[in-house]
C-alpha cells in the first residue's frame, strides 16, 4: 500500500533553515506530482507547494513563494521542502501528500515544524 | 485570492443526515473547481472523502456522497455514526492555485 512518512521537523529559530523530506513507497513514484500542506496548530489546512512528476515544474502559496523550495529525487523516492527564512507563522505540521491530479490521495502522517527563539 | 467558505459547525444525531456545504468567493461552485472533501478526526492526519466532486475512493464509507447543490459543492452523510466526528474540509482549485476552506467541525451527538 502506499505509505508517505515525513521527516526532519523540529525546533528552529526565526530567520534559520529547514529541509524536510518525504520518502514514498507502494508507488511509482517517478509517476505522480507531489503535494505539501501545512496546519498551524488549533487552525485549518493550508496547502503550500506541489511539484510536478519529473520535478520540471513547482507551485508555491504566496505566503511562502520566494522562502521555501520544493525538490524531489525520483531515484530515492523523496520529496524534499527546503524552508528558509522561517517565520514563527510557518510553525505547523507539514504532511506530504500524493497528486492525482488535479486533486490528492493519500496522505502521511505529517511532522511537526516549530519556529520559535 | 478566492476564498472558500464552509460552516464552522454542525450537529448531526447518530443515524441522521447532514449536509456540509463549500461556497466559493469567487460565484457558483462548479464542476470545473474540482471539489475535494477531506476528514480529519482529531490527532489524525486528514484523509480524501471525495474527489472531483463525486468520487469515491476504496476507503471512503458508502454513507458519504458529493454533490453540487444551490450553486455549492455538498458532502451529506447519511446515517451519522459517533466515528463520523470529525473536522472536515473541502477545497477548490482555481486555475492551479489550491484553496482549503475553513473547516466544519462535526459533532454527533
Known amino acids: 500500500q502506499v505509505q508517505l512518512v515525513e521527516s526532519g521537523g523540529g525546533v528552529v529559530q526565526p530567520g534559520r533553515s529547514l529541509r524536510l523530506s518525504c520518502a514514498a513507497s507502494?508507488?511509482?513514484?517517478?509517476?505522480?506530482?507531489m503535494h505539501w500542506v501545512r496546519q498551524a496548530p488549533g487552525k485549518g489546512l493550508e496547502w503550500v507547494a506541489d511539484?510536478?512528476?519529473?520535478?520540471?515544474?513547482?507551485y508555491y502559496a504566496d505566503s511562502v513563494k520566494g522562502r521555501f523550495t520544493i525538490s524531489r529525487d525520483n531515484s530515492k523516492n523523496t520529496v524534499y521542502l527546503q524552508m528558509n527564512s522561517l517565520r514563527t507563522e510557518d510553525t505547523a505540521v507539514y504532511y506530504c501528500?500524493?497528486?492525482?491530479?488535479?486533486?490528492?490521495?493519500?496522505w502521511g502522517q505529517g511532522t511537526l515544524v516549530t519556529v520559535s527563539s | 485570492q478566492a476564498v472558500v467558505t464552509q460552516e464552522p459547525s454542525l450537529t448531526v444525531s447518530p443515524g441522521g443526515t447532514v449536509t456540509l456545504t463549500c461556497g466559493s468567493s469567487?460565484?457558483?461552485?462548479?464542476?470545473?473547481?474540482?471539489p475535494y472533501w477531506f476528514q480529519q478526526r482529531p490527532g489524525q492526519a486528514p484523509r480524501t472523502l471525495i474527489s472531483?466532486?463525486?468520487n469515491k475512493h476504496s476507503w471512503t464509507p458508502a454513507r458519504f456522497s458529493g454533490s453540487l447543490l444551490g450553486g455549492k459543492a455538498a458532502l451529506t452523510l447519511s446515517g451519522a455514526q459517533p466515528d463520523d466526528e470529525a473536522e472536515y474540509y473541502c477545497?477548490?482549485?482555481?486555475?492551479?492555485?489550491?484553496?482549503f476552506g475553513g473547516g466544519t467541525k462535526l459533532t454527533v451527538l
Open positions: 501528500a500524493r497528486d492525482v491530479n488535479p486533486g490528492i490521495d493519500y
Open positions: 472531483d466532486t463525486s
Open positions: 469567487t460565484g457558483a461552485v462548479t464542476t470545473g473547481l474540482y
Open positions: 507502494g508507488l511509482t513514484f517517478s509517476s505522480y506530482a
Open positions: 477545497w477548490l482549485i482555481y486555475s492551479g492555485v489550491r484553496v
Open positions: 511539484i510536478s512528476y519529473d520535478g520540471s515544474d513547482q
